[in-house]
């Protein structure tokens, strides 16, 4: 199969990587705006096209990763240009399968994906929608699965819970980093050097979410695990609900769903 990438920037980069690295580089063509991602991209072993028009002639699955305010300019650059039987992917917040079939015409099979950015690593988190109405084979699933996990795991969710993905995975990176950083000020706030802080935080986060993924275990259960009677974590958890934590984060992931939901299309 020929992926080809429009847009290769924070998202769209990663994405190009691990399709060089399932498709080849000679089978991995992309577009974009900048010189620096056109560069990186060419470093990779990809291919670069110097119009949209071009590059969906000959890919046989496409991968919009752009801005959704963007994507009436590129869908009506590559209408009725797009090879026949190809898939197209959709990559932004609020953007449906409908209304990018509606925009192209025809018989077009779509994918719908909101991924995240930890994928620049290889350990990002896919929510995957395949149209239902469209006749997917076993190969073309199989080939689009591969394409999603060469930059970290998928799941796949019907389309009603798209939204409910993006403070679930796609935003919620970001909650993350915040959360990492204010552990850090913590640890310079206690003498700490701020290089060893952010280590030692980070490391932490990563450690905790392998625990919860490869133990199964309820991240309750793993709290109380740590929660020594009468010790220093649970002095640290009580903080953490006087000061309203999990209803912050809650809030937080609520109101990027309400976002979502106001830029639908």
Same mark, same amino acid.
């Given at each position: ?11 769209g980069?990663? $994405?190009l990587?691990?399709?060089v690295?399932?498709?080849g580089?000679?089978? #991995? ?21 110097s ?9 046989d699955? #496409?991968v919009?990763v752009v801005?959704?305010?963007v994507?009436?300019?590129?869908l ?11 898939? #197209?992917?959709?990559v932004?917040a609020?953007?449906t ?9 025809g018989?077009?099979?779509v ?13 990002? $988190?896919?929510?995957?929608? /395949? ?29 009603s819970?798209?939204?409910?993905a993006?403070?679930a ?5 970001? /909650? #993350? ?5 204010? $552990? ?7 003498g ?9 935080t980070a ?9 919860v ?8 259960k793993?709290?109380?695990n ?23 984060v ?6 990027t ?7 639908k299309?």
């Amino acid at each position: 199969m020929k992926i080809g990438i429009i847009g290769a920037g924070n998202m769209g980069y990663p $994405m190009l990587c691990g399709a060089v690295k399932v498709f080849g580089g000679e089978n #991995v063509c992309f577009t974009c705006l900048s010189e620096t991602d056109k560069e990186r991209g060419i470093l990779e072993g990809a291919v670069y096209k110097s119009s949209n028009a071009e590059l969906v002639k000959e890919a046989d699955a #496409v991968v919009l990763v752009v801005k959704p305010y963007v994507y009436d300019t590129v869908l009506s650059e590559i209408k009725g240009k797009l090879k026949e039987g190809a898939i #197209v992917i959709t990559v932004a917040a609020g953007i449906t399968i409908s209304y990018i079939k509606e925009a192209l015409g025809g018989q077009i099979k779509v994918v719908r994906v909101m991924p995240n950015t930890p994928a620049m690593v290889g350990e990002g $988190m896919s929510a995957v929608t /395949f149209d239902e109405a469209a006749d997917f084979t076993a190969d073309e699933k199989e080939t689009i699965g591969n394409f999603f996990g060469s930059f970290g795991s998928y799941v796949e969710l019907p389309e009603s819970l798209q939204d409910a993905a993006i403070p679930a995975s796609g935003s919620s990176s970001a /909650f #993350v980093y915040v959360f990492i950083e204010a $552990m850090a000020d913590a640890a310079v706030c206690c003498g700490i050097p701020r290089d060893i802080a952010y280590k030692m935080t980070a490391q932490t986060v990563l450690g905790a979410a392998k625990m919860v993924l490869q133990t199964g275990e309820h991240p309750g259960k793993l709290k109380d695990n740590v929660c020594t009677p009468g010790g220093t974590t649970i002095a640290g958890i009580r903080a953490l609900e006087e000061n309203g934590f999990r209803s912050a984060v809650m809030e937080a992931c609520i109101a990027t769903f309400d976002k979502v939901k106001s830029m639908k299309k």
